[in-house]
């Protein structure tokens, strides 16, 4: 009988190391799965990318140069990026594509931008994309909704209105199409029966397209009364200068008054 055990329990040595290993192969493709930080300076930021697990199959570079060009585009329209150490966080998702549920959130603790990105999402999507342009630019502008959604409008609409000029100003949308895109939906934002205003009407028409129009009007206003020489951008980098980015509350009025100061304009 000794033999016999001596056999079996050699087996279940060489069985125990074959799980071991095994267990060791796992926890070194665990961290594959992991997708390593990113830094990128950009505008006189540094900004840090972090992943939750999961893969992104155009790979770290593609991820990196798509959230590169939207800060550089950021940064050409307001003259520098907004804040100094934004954080992202990049959410890979299995079995989708595309780029989705991109939220941005300020205060104490800085920017932060929380995206998706689907697991199948190409190298052109990436490029293609408005999304995270369009969270940047929300960094560049102070909370003015205070303790309602009164004012969400406009800063929906702030950043609906201006992510398609910056990505054209960095020659990633041609300007025809950004205003045959504005002919297209901008009369989303038009009231209708029963509207309330931008203030009360809390529709995502009037919200994001709504709001888009007011920044497009005033935009208009601030060239005619500059004939030209200045625009919304100046107005915007005006409110930046003077403090007004997403880690800071105030108040619409004041928000106005520091872009007409930079403007010398009264758009009210």
């Not at 991820?63 to 550089?72: E, G, L, M, T």
């Not at 932060?112 to 990436?126: D, N, Y």
């Amino acid at each position: 009988m000794q033999p016999c055990e001596r056999r079996c329990v050699g087996s279940k040595v060489k069985s125990l190391r074959l799980v071991a290993i095994s267990l060791l192969a796992v926890g070194e493709l665990a961290p594959a799965q992991q997708l390593e930080p990113i830094r990128i300076a950009v505008g006189g930021a540094s900004i840090e990318v972090n992943f939750t697990p999961g893969k992104v199959d155009a790979g770290r570079d593609a991820v990196r140069a798509w959230i590169a060009n939207a800060a550089n585009a950021v940064t050409a329209y307001f003259g520098r990026f907004p804040v100094e150490h934004p954080r992202v966080q990049v959410r890979p998702v299995e079995g989708r594509s595309g780029i989705f549920h991109g939220t941005t959130f300020g205060g104490t603790r800085g920017a932060f931008t929380r995206i998706s990105v689907g697991q199948a999402t190409t190298e052109q999507q990436l490029d293609e994309d408005w999304t995270m342009t369009h969270e940047f630019i929300h960094m560049a502008f102070p909370d003015v909704s205070g303790e309602s959604d009164d004012h969400h409008w406009m800063e929906e609409g702030m950043a609906t209105y201006i992510e398609p000029i910056v990505r054209a100003q960095i020659g990633h949308m041609s300007a025809e199409r950004v205003w045959g895109d504005f002919v297209r939906d901008l009369p989303q934002g038009l009231p209708e029966a029963g509207d309330q205003g931008l203030d009360r009407t809390h529709t995502w028409g009037r919200t994001y397209w709504g709001g888009a129009l007011f920044w497009l009007l005033a935009d208009v206003r601030i060239r005619e009364a500059t004939h030209n020489r200045k625009g919304l951008e100046d107005a915007m980098r005006g409110i930046l200068e003077a403090g007004g980015n997403i880690t800071q509350d105030w108040s619409v009025q004041r928000v106005i008054e520091a872009g007409d100061r930079a403007t010398g304009t009264d758009t009210r």
